[in-house]
């Protein structure tokens, strides 16, 4: 579980262009069916920035079809 939620919380704002809270991140990826480890208010996702990087590409494409 090499990504912590806030770095992740960072790349997705930056690819969104808006703000994304770290509890939002860190729901968003369970729901998705991410495995995590806790740690504080943080959370440790085992993905890697490109994967998320392209996941969002995919997800702006599909919604604007």
């Known amino acids: 579980y090499n990504r912590s939620s806030y770095g992740l919380k960072h790349i997705v704002e930056r690819e969104l262009g808006e703000y994304v809270a770290n509890g939002e991140l ?4 369970i729901l998705a069916g991410f495995e995590y480890v806790r740690d504080g208010i943080n ?3 085992n993905v890697h920035e490109d994967s998320v990087k392209k996941y969002l ?3 702006v494409k599909i919604n604007f079809l």
């Not at 860190?26 to 990826?29: C, H, K, L, N, V």
């Open 57 to 59: 590409h995919q997800q």
């Open 43 to 45: 959370a440790h996702f």
């Open 26 to 29: 860190i729901a968003g990826f």
